[in-house]
C-alpha cells in the first residue's frame, strides 16, 4: 500500500519535468518486471496517461472509473521502489497522486470504497478503461533570443554614489 509518508518522501527527493507524446501501450497488469525500477517507471506512465485521460475527457462516469484506476495502481506500487526510481518517474507518481486527491473524496487518503469493491476486495476488471500510455518528453532547451533577454538595468548606487 503507498502511504502519504511515501509519497512525501518522494516528493521532497525529486523534481519535476515537462511535454508528452502519444504512444500506445500495454497495460502494467500483463507485463513482468525485471527491476523496480522498471516497475516505477512503468506505473509512472500509467499514472501520467490516466491524468492525461482524466483532464480531457468530459463523462462523469469514465472519470470516475479513472480515478478509481489510478487509486488502484498506487496501491500496486511497493514502498521500497522509491529508493531505486529516477526523478521523473517520481515527478510523475506524485504529480498524478496530486491531481487525483483533488477528486477522491477522502482527498490524499483515496477514493470511498464502495460496496462491490469491499466484497471483490477493491479489485473490479470491469472498471478498467484502457487508455494510451503517454510519454513524457523533455523540451529542447534554447537560447533566449533578443526579445527574451532582459533590459539592462540601471545601478542603483550610480544614482547614491556622485563622483
Not at 512525501?8 to 523496480?36: E, G, K, N, Y
Not at 478498467?128 to 526579445?147: F, G, W
Amino acid at each position: 500500500m503507498t502511504s502519504p509518508r511515501l509519497v512525501l518522501r518522494l516528493a521532497c527527493v525529486r523534481r519535476f519535468l515537462l511535454a508528452p507524446t502519444f504512444p500506445h501501450c500495454q497495460s502494467r497488469a500483463s507485463t513482468a518486471f525485471s527491476s523496480d525500477a522498471a516497475l516505477c517507471r512503468q506505473t509512472a506512465k500509467v499514472l501520467y496517461s490516466l491524468e492525461r485521460f482524466h483532464r480531457q475527457n468530459s463523462s462523469q462516469n469514465e472519470r470516475r472509473k479513472v480515478e478509481r484506476q489510478a487509486w488502484r495502481e498506487l496501491q500496486k506500487l511497493p514502498d521500497a521502489v522509491a529508493d531505486s526510481a529516477s526523478i521523473h518517474d517520481v515527478t510523475d507518481i506524485v504529480a498524478a497522486w496530486c491531481y487525483f486527491s483533488r477528486f477522491w473524496a477522502l482527498g490524499m487518503h483515496g477514493p470511498e470504497e464502495t460496496a462491490d469493491e469491499k466484497q471483490k476486495g477493491g479489485l473490479l476488471e470491469r472498471n478498467y478503461i484502457d487508455v494510451p500510455l503517454v510519454e513524457r518528453r523533455a523540451p529542447k532547451a534554447r537560447s533566449p533570443t533578443v526579445d527574451e533577454a532582459p533590459p539592462p538595468r540601471a545601478n542603483p548606487l550610480d544614482e547614491v554614489i556622485e563622483f
